[in-house]
């Protein structure tokens, strides 16, 4: 995620918008001397450990480092916060399912979301007050929400309208009724006010400017992923990585490219912070970068026009929601008022499994990370040796989560760090005759004998919360079996046919049929089929 490239909106790839360009590579870092760190305990309101980077370290001038008063004075700063009294970022409008209920998390905290009757959005706790069964395995019955293991049904604002156990003149208990949370529709976001307590605050709604402008179009996609929200956020603020990690996913990121960025930070809240970016040698910053809390992160770049005077807007968008310890599901929105035509070449779930690739060369070490840091419970500048050239707001946001990290489950920051008290939720797969059919995560998913969720498995970090990328996988599932059975009835007949050239145009005919089969085998795959290393292939 670095410097906008206009040329790269032809394949708008998360991070790779924000790609360099630069034929420099960059300069060798000379190994770091080692040196023993002393621990002290660490506890959720701060820790006074000593700094990273001792004075006398070799390489000391290119790493980002504080004197240990600066530390202890930054350990001191708290804000008050309540990660409940924010807006999360549900799911994608557009993805929404109209006939089924969707389970979701914001930590752990489990949300059932779906459509009522009239088409209206509900979002309640996701579990029934009768036995605790979770209503996203439930159904749709003329609008109401149904419980399947006995039937309870609700709507509204959480009423519950049917027990089906209830004797006729009794009256249903007031306790049956279920507590709504608010949510909101916004420029094609669902948001949810995770607070029961506190009323909604409707000017925490964030509200992205250029998503308003006339033109603007994007290109949206939704990802489940496997690690935590504040690793998946870091990486997503981290350009520095994208020459390497990236190299050659699309011709914007080139491994030779990696070089020195210089970074400006111009303003810090205690809600965030922003500040501009670039190549160190060009000596300027044209990357406006922003991040707010709870998991807004965007990078914008504006670019005029020569000939017309005309500013055009450039936007990538991410919207990182915690859904539970060691996962997160990530909105990522690439956008701009200067479409390329060569763009609506390309159908749009191209664009989807591209996206879904990129996260999968990154997975690998930021799942790895994700397991450290929960090992080494210690906060992150014990661990990290962050870069002034790449790694600035990697640090400003760890600092941040220092500040507001007491108001949160748990949290990674520079300095502190409080570790989950609450054992993780485990997703059991669904298993016996029914488990090709089974609808799981969320309510509708399996195909064939991809049933068992796994966030690592492409197929259900994106295509089943992903209405286009179903729809294209289904209708490829169709015309395979289709084609291979009009192969086989045309090789049949070529076998019976006497006439040679009869045998000619029915054998031409089955094998491009058979063509065709593999083709739409081919664009399965593609949607559902990890990436993997050319190193790492048998």
């Not at 034929?23 to 450990?49: C, D, E, Q, V, W």
């Not at 929400?145 to 609700?154: D, K, S, T």
């Not at 156990?165 to 007031?174: D, V």
């Not at 050659?248 to 960025?261: C, F, I, V």
Request: aromatic share 10%; net charge positive; with cysteine.
């Amino acid at each position: 995620m670095a410097f906008i490239n206009h040329t790269s909106l032809l394949s708008p790839t998360p991070k790779l918008l924000f790609s360099l360009t630069s034929p420099n590579p960059s300069p060798l870092i000379k190994p770091f001397l080692t040196h023993k760190r002393s621990l002290s305990l660490h506890t959720k309101y701060g820790a006074t450990t000593p700094s990273v980077v001792e004075e006398e370290e070799e390489g000391n001038n290119v790493l980002l480092s504080s004197t240990r008063e600066e530390e202890r004075r930054e350990s001191r700063i708290l804000v008050d916060y309540d990660w409940t009294e924010e807006w999360y970022p549900l799911y994608l409008t557009k993805d929404v399912p109209d006939d089924a209920p969707l389970g979701l998390t914001v930590y752990h905290k489990q949300l059932v979301l779906y459509r009522d009757g009239s088409g209206e959005l509900r979002c309640y706790e996701d579990r029934c007050p009768h036995r605790l069964a979770k209503l996203s395995e439930g159904q749709l019955i003329d609008g109401r929400l149904e419980c399947l293991y006995h039937g309870w049904q609700f709507e509204g604002e959480g009423q519950c309208v049917k027990i089906p156990q209830l004797p006729a003149n009794a009256k249903i208990p007031k306790a049956a009724c279920l507590k709504p949370y608010e949510i909101r529709d916004s420029q094609g976001v669902i948001w949810v006010w995770m607070s029961q307590k506190t009323p909604p605050n409707l000017n925490k709604i964030p509200w992205f400017e250029n998503f308003a402008r006339p033109g603007f179009t994007d290109i949206s996609t939704i990802h489940e992923l496997p690690y935590d929200h504040s690793i998946l956020l870091e990486n997503l603020m981290d350009p520095a990585h994208v020459p390497i990690s990236h190299d050659r996913t699309d011709w914007t990121a080139k491994r030779e490219d990696a070089q020195p960025l210089s970074f400006e930070v111009t303003e810090r809240t205690d809600r965030g912070f922003a500040g501009w970016w670039g190549r160190a040698r060009d000596n300027s910053s044209p990357n406006f970068l922003r991040f707010e809390a709870p998991c807004v992160l965007q990078n914008n770049r504006e670019i005029v026009d020569e000939k017309t005077g005309v500013t055009n807007y450039f936007t990538g968008l991410f919207l990182c929601r915690p859904s539970g310890q060691g996962k997160s599901m990530l909105i990522v929105r690439f956008g701009n008022t200067r479409g390329s035509p060569l763009i609506k070449l390309f159908p749009k779930w191209y664009f989807h499994q591209n996206a879904c690739k990129v996260f999968e060369q990154d997975m690998g070490f930021l799942s790895s990370q994700n397991e450290i840091l929960m090992k080494e419970k210690v906060p992150t500048k014990e661990l990290y040796l962050n870069l002034k050239s790449s790694d600035t707001w990697v640090v400003e946001y760890r600092k941040w989560m220092d500040k507001v990290g007491h108001g949160m489950p748990y949290h990674f920051g520079h300095g502190t760090i409080w570790l989950p008290q609450e054992p993780a939720v485990v997703e059991h797969a669904p298993a016996g005759l029914v488990a090709g059919i089974s609808a799981s995560s969320p309510a509708k998913g399996g195909i064939g004998t991809m049933h068992a969720p796994n966030f690592s498995n492409r197929y259900f970090r994106h295509v089943i919360h992903c209405k286009g990328c179903r729809t294209v996988v289904k209708a490829f599932e169709a015309w395979k079996k289709g084609l291979s059975a009009v192969a086989v009835a045309l090789t049949a007949l070529a076998i019976l046919v006497s006439g040679r050239q009869w045998k000619t145009i029915l054998l031409v005919s089955a094998a491009l049929c058979s063509g065709g089969a593999y083709a739409c085998s081919t664009a399965i795959a593609m949607n559902t089929t990890n990436f993997i290393r050319t190193h790492r292939r048998l």
